[in-house]
């Protein structure tokens, strides 16, 4: 495989899911059949196009899914997804605020904060971490476009709702190295992630395909006989246990969308406050409304999964020297943490 094939492969974007269109109804709406309501609304569409769409799970309402003779009322909100990717060339520049964390030529690493898209799609067309990079990059060069780097330099990217480091490229030699380091997978990625549940083995590997759940779209699932998906390997190791739930290293020697969470949610630990795979619920701990209140309190702190790219090393695209940075733990995760070894201290579990 040559270097353009190896960047095309990099810039693969088959495996996620776009906000299409966002509807938010009037306090005042009446009831009325959401296919109906979707084609007052969409120009082009047919109902049995939006029926196929529901039929696709690709339609939620108030995040839920739902069938085809639902009626929508007042404030809900309406999603309509599509797996086809938004035009990645058109990147509106905006001055946001970067968490820059290293920077020089050829390179810059961000620490990319929760809530912040990495990337444009038709739901968030703005207000990401590449329309940031996009303004970054004109101020010290105004001939940089999306034609002349590329994605302005997007190589690899963490979820919305997980903190930490991502490496971007300043111009497309750099890009393309990088591409090709991260398809060798010889890039260095240690995660922090705090789990449901008191892990069994001091450390482990988790192998198994991730791929989209073939029923529900929005969601990723682990397939262990490598029927569906693709290739996809966990390394993990416990860093501390809290009887409840368990701090965890996680080093990612593959990168597929919602890798972490879904294998460690495959392994019966799915990532404290997850709301995407169940971990947004007890799944381990007593009855009693004391320690209910504990979790609420935690959830009310970190209010997103407790997942962060602590650490990155690569080959720097232009010296040719192994790089490494390493970024504290965000304050949220940080905070819940040490709620938890606190509780455990004074209420040790004792089942």
Known sequence: MNEEEIYTEQQDTSDELYQKFVFKTDPGQEAYRIDKFLMNRIEGATRNKIQQAIHNKM???NGSEVKPNF??????????FTDTAPDENEIVPENIPL?????????????????????????NPNGTLLNAMAWHL?????????ETLPRFGMVHRIDKNTTGLLVLAKTELAMRNL?????????????????????AEDEGTIVAHVGRNLRFRKLFEAYPEGDHGKEAVTHYKVLERFGYVTLVQCILETGRTHQ??????????????????????????????????????????CPRQALHAKTLGFTHPATGERVFFESDLAADMEEVIEKWRRYTTAYRPTE
Request: charged letters at 20%; hydrophobic letters at 45%.
């Open 179 to 199: 591409a090709k380091q991260f398809f060798d997978h010889t890039v260095d990625r240690k995660y922090m992630a705090l789990v449901w549940g008191d892990v």
């Open 138 to 146: 004109q101020q010290q060069n105004a001939a940089i476009n999306a």
């Open 59 to 61: 339609v939620l309402v």
């Open 260 to 301: 972490i969470r879904v294998h460690m949610k495959h392994l019966g630990h799915p990532l404290f406050n997850d709301d995407f795979y169940g971990g947004d619920r007890i799944i381990k701990g007593t009855v009693y409304a004391k320690y209910k209140q504990f979790v609420d309190n935690c959830f009310a702190i």
């Open 99 to 123: 968490n820059i964390f290293y920077e020089d030529e050829h390179i810059i690493v961000v620490n990319k904060a929760a809530g912040m898209v990495v990337h444009p799609g038709s739901g």
């Open 71 to 80: 009626k929508v009322k007042g404030n809900q909100e309406i999603v309509v």
